[in-house]
């Protein structure tokens, strides 16, 4: 018995278990292997542009990716650092091996958390609601909520040029029978696809016809708890494909199986294949190869950029013909993956199914790609099931709040017709959802659910509190003409005046920072550096917040224009029919999610506004 059963152990069954165990609920996470658990199957990377953004935001509600990747990582870079604020993102190289066992280590501590190895065969519901699950081997677990977390394993299929078998990730095994299951609950399935790179024995890399491609230094934590000093332990480097690479793959096209109609599921448009880049931009003459390290105790390498499905003997010609892996050996060959997934119309914003109660979904099995989408929607679906057996209200992240909420209302209204992936330009708030300020927006979110800790709401508090004291005090802080503020002043090449400068006025400058400011007022360098961080952002950036503060405002006022869930959108006088339909199936949740479902236009949300004041 369970009051919770999580289907999958991978990035969002952990964050799922977690998060609902945390908060008290008994839980029980069922995985295909144990040696699955947290599995990082493609890139041995957490975070990367917007992904990092989705990283802070599940650490600020309380979630463990932030925390594991930190204590395991073996590079880390901000990205995007010649741009805004809003595009910084935090990406750093995981030690695969290590992520794994302290993930793990963290499931398997977890007081209200059993972690088993089995399948699981059917959900079953009685009412309308899930009563049980049964795994193969027939036994039957009641609970109350399920999360199905069960990413690309439902029905998986390796594909490897002409060769393909049933399976799951990296010569794991596939979950064969959960899909029917759904199947018989309702859900529309349909196949999508993803793929992964060869791995290369270290031994056979000539790096030094590489460009070395060092960490940054100092490290920025991905958590907002981690306070110790991170050191880079290894490097990555960067090569090309060229103008052979290109023609032993266009000469073999005809045998890819994205080509010759071998695989039938819809692939990831921005993490395309390599055959599938040589197609699609036939004009450039070479392609960027990271060589990426997958362990310190590890000799295999992974070749960024080159996924493919490609036949074994093009394989390896293709990567031997790339600078510095004229002599590479193949650990493991690049393959492809078909899986099942769900339509994610079919959920509310909270994860939750729209006709099962109690039946939650997470990650790949919702249509998306990448560990950070899964962790997150994991947190998610885990704190929502957990508040509910808790007989408290869910918790829906809209837009305007994170782009979690912006990743759960694009699969929730929009829906994807191929493997979704998070990106800054989806979110039309970035400058407000900046990885910097995720703890400030979301972490007072995770403590009033249970989940986030004390200590996270005290470092919060303190952190707006500082950022607050500071900014106050550059604004009101004059600092007249002097000896010592010409110098400093030419030493940053800015022009010389007569006249006293607040130190909110010299922070506008873009060359200027708060550190720097810190040689004529020595008081900051008492505040931490992210307080620094949110005082200089604010003044940096203080026009454009406030014009995206007025239209925060009114998507907030639309977001909290909230429809009935038993809504009679067929009987509302003025809606088209095609939006009748829509509205009907999709049930959503405001005025605001019901404009973004595909079908309704803008008139149709004015017939509904005003339908909801005559009927507030």
């Given amino acids: 018995m369970a009051d919770l059963v999580v289907i999958g152990g991978g990035h969002a069954g952990c964050e799922a278990a977690l998060a609902a165990a945390r908060m008290g609920i008994d839980t ?58 809003a595009v910084h993102a935090l990406r750093a190289q995981a030690d695969k091996q290590a992520y794994q066992n302290r993930m793990r280590r963290a499931l398997m501590t977890q007081p209200h958390l059993l972690v088993r190895q089995g399948e699981v065969k059917s959900i079953e519901v009685e009412n309308d609601r899930v009563c049980a699950v049964t795994t193969v081997t027939g036994q039957r677990i009641p609970c109350q909520a399920v999360v199905v977390a069960t990413g690309v394993y439902l029905k998986g299929r390796i594909i490897i040029g002409e060769a393909s078998w049933g399976g799951g990730p990296q010569g794991l095994q596939n979950a064969q029978y959960l899909s029917e299951s759904l199947q018989s609950l309702g859900f529309q399935l349909r196949r999508f696809k993803t793929g992964t790179p060869a791995r290369i024995d270290q031994r056979s890399i000539d790096f030094d016809e590489m460009e070395i491609q060092p960490g940054d230094e100092p490290v920025t934590p991905f958590s907002f708890l981690t306070d110790r000093k991170l050191e880079n332990r290894r490097a990555c480097y960067l090569t090309w494909t060229n103008e052979e690479t290109h023609r032993i793959i266009r000469e073999n096209l005809h045998r890819a199986p994205m080509y010759s109609g071998m695989i039938h599921g819809i692939g990831p448009r921005y993490c395309p294949s390599i055959e599938d880049k040589i197609v699609r931009f036939a004009d450039k003459s070479r392609h960027q190869v990271f060589l990426e390290p997958e362990g310190m105790n590890s000799l295999e390498w992974y070749v960024q950029g080159m996924s493919s499905s490609l036949p074994e003997d093009v394989q390896w010609k293709m990567y031997r013909s790339i600078p510095g892996l004229h002599r590479a050996e193949l650990v493991r060959l690049a393959y492809a993956i078909e ?40 947190l998610l679906a885990g704190m929502n099931a957990a508040l509910i057996l808790l007989g408290k209200k869910p918790i829906v992240l809209t837009r305007d709040m994170a782009y979690i909420g912006v990743l759960t209302d694009d699969l929730t209204t929009k829906g994807t017709d191929e493997p979704y992936r998070m990106m800054t330009s989806r979110s039309e708030h970035r400058l407000q959802l900046r990885q910097d300020n995720a703890d400030l927006r979301l972490t007072k979110i995770g403590y009033e659910a249970g989940l986030a800790t004390e200590e996270r709401m005290e470092r919060t508090i303190q952190k707006e509190m500082d950022a607050g004291q500071l900014k106050q005090r550059l604004h009101t802080v004059r600092l007249p003409q002097s000896p010592e503020r010409s110098r400093w002043l030419e030493e940053h090449g800015q022009p010389e005046t007569a006249a006293s400068l607040s130190g909110e006025e010299l922070i506008r400058r873009p060359e200027i920072t708060v550190k720097d400011m810190a040689v004529l007022l020595p008081e900051i360098s008492d505040y931490s550096p992210a307080a620094q961080e949110q005082a200089e952002i604010a003044i940096k950036y203080a026009g454009y917040l406030e014009r995206q503060e007025a239209l925060l405002r009114h998507a907030k006022a639309m977001e909290e224009a909230l429809l009935p869930e038993d809504a009679p959108y067929a009987e509302i006088t003025g809606l088209r029919i095609e939006a009748r339909q829509k509205l009907e199936k999709q049930k959503p949740r405001s005025l605001a999610a019901a404009g973004r479902i595909p079908g309704v236009s803008p008139a149709d949300v004015a017939v509904l506004m005003v339908w909801l004041e005559r009927n507030r």
Avoid: W
């Avoid at 990283?55 to 073996?74: H, K, N, P, W, Y």
């Fill in 28 to 85: 029980v996470l069922i995985t295909l292997n144990m040696d699955g658990v947290a599995l990082m199957a493609c890139n041995p990377v957490i975070g990367g542009s917007a992904k990092g953004h989705l990283v802070r935001e599940l650490d600020a509600l309380g979630g463990e990716m932030a925390l594991a990747i930190d204590d395991t990582f073996l590079q880390s870079r901000m990205l995007n650092t010649s741009k805004g604020p």
């Fill in 339 to 378: 899986y099942d997934c769900i339509d994610s119309r079919e959920l509310r914003p909270t994860l939750g199914s729209l006709r099962i109660g109690g039946l939650f979904f997470a990650g790949q099995i919702n249509g998306t790609s990448g560990y950070e989408e899964a962790a997150c929607q994991g």
